[in-house]
C-alpha cells in the first residue's frame, strides 16, 4: 500500500547497517515511524529530506511491520535554523514537544500548520526567541485537548474573580476564595495572564516582534513548565536541559 502525504522529520533513530527510522508528523496519518533505507551510505537518494526539520511530501509504502519511504520531494528544509546553536536548540525542542505529544493513525491539521509557521518563524528570526517558542507551547497545549482556562475560576467557575493561582492539575486559573485546593497552583499576576491569551491567539509572525518584559517571561516559563510536566507523558527535555546548561555558563 502507498501513500502519499506532506510530513516533518521530527527524530531520527539509527537502524541496520545503513538505514534511518525516521518519526515524522504526517498531514494524513499524524505519527508516523518510517525506514528510510540506504541513507546513511548514500545520502544522494533523498538529498537532505530525511534530516531533522526537513518538510516535504513523502511517498511511503507499508511494508510488514514498518513503513518505508519510498520517495520525498522535499519543500523546505529550513536550513537556517542550523546558522546559531540557541536556535538549533529552540528548533531541536520543537520537535521534541511535538514527538511527544501527537500520536499514530490521529491527525492534528491546526497543530500541523502550527509546527510549519513556528518553524518558518524561527529560521528567520536572529535572537529572542523564546517568546515565539513560549506561543508554539501554548498552541500546541490548546490544540492537543489542554487549552488552559484562563477566563473562570477552574474550582468555582466564578469568572471576574481576582485571581492568583494556576493550577497544572486543573489546567487553570484559580481565584482567592478556592486557592487553597491545589496545594500545587503557582502564582500568576494579570499581566502573564494576558501574555498568555494574547500568545494562544496571536499567529506566530505577529509573536515575533512582541518583546516581553523579563519577570513576565519567568513566570510563564516556570507556569509551563510545570503544567507540561504534569499532563505530557516527558517531562525531560534533552534540548531544553542543553539550553540550561548554556544559560548557566552565559550567566557565569
Ligand atoms: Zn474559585
Same mark, same amino acid.
Given at each position: 500500500m502507498l501513500c502519499k502525504t506532506d510530513g516533518v522529520v521530527l527524530k531520527q533513530t539509527k537502524f541496520g547497517e545503513g538505514d534511518l527510522i525516521l518519526t515524522l508528523f504526517t498531514k494524513k496519518m499524524g505519527k508516523v515511524q518510517a525506514v528510510a533505507k540506504g541513507v546513511r551510505r548514500s545520502r544522494g537518494k533523498f538529498t537532505g529530506s530525511t534530516q531533522l526539520f526537513a518538510y516535504g511530501e513523502f511517498v511511503l509504502f507499508k511494508g510488514r511491520d514498518l513503513y518505508q519511504v519510498s520517495q520525498v520531494d522535499l519543500? /523546505? $528544509? *529550513?536550513?537556517? &535554523?542550523? /546558522? +546559531?546553536i540557541t536556535k538549533l536548540t529552540y528548533g531541536a525542542y520543537i520537535l521534541e514537544l511535538t514527538e511527544s505529544i501527537i500520536t499514530e493513525g490521529q491527525t492534528n491539521n491546526r497543530l500541523f500548520h502550527s509546527l510549519l509557521s513556528c518553524l518558518s518563524v524561527l529560521a528567520k528570526m /536572529?535572537?529572542?526567541y523564546e517568546t515565539v517558542v513560549k506561543a508554539y507551547e501554548l498552541k500546541l497545549l490548546s490544540y492537543s485537548g489542554y487549552k488552559p482556562e484562563l477566563d473562570r475560576c477552574v474550582y468555582c467557575g466564578k469568572a471576574g474573580e481576582s485571581v492568583i493561582k494556576f493550577s497544572s492539575k486543573e489546567g487553570g486559573t484559580i481565584c482567592r476564595s478556592c *486557592?487553597?485546593? +491545589?496545594?500545587?497552583a503557582m502564582r500568576i499576576s494579570s499581566t502573564t495572564i494576558n501574555v498568555m491569551k494574547y500568545l494562544m491567539n496571536t499567529d506566530l509572525e505577529q509573536i515575533a516582534r512582541l518583546r516581553v518584559k523579563s519577570d513576565i517571561m519567568e513566570e510563564l516559563n516556570k507556569i509551563l513548565k510545570h503544567y507540561i510536566s504534569t499532563h &505530557?507523558?516527558? $517531562?525531560?527535555f534533552k534540548s531544553l536541559q542543553f539550553l540550561d546548561t548554556m544559560k548557566e555558563i552565559h550567566n557565569t
Open positions: 519543500k /523546505e $528544509s *529550513f536550513y537556517q &535554523l542550523r /546558522e +546559531d /536572529e535572537k529572542a *486557592f487553597g485546593q +491545589d496545594i500545587y &505530557l507523558e516527558k $517531562s525531560k
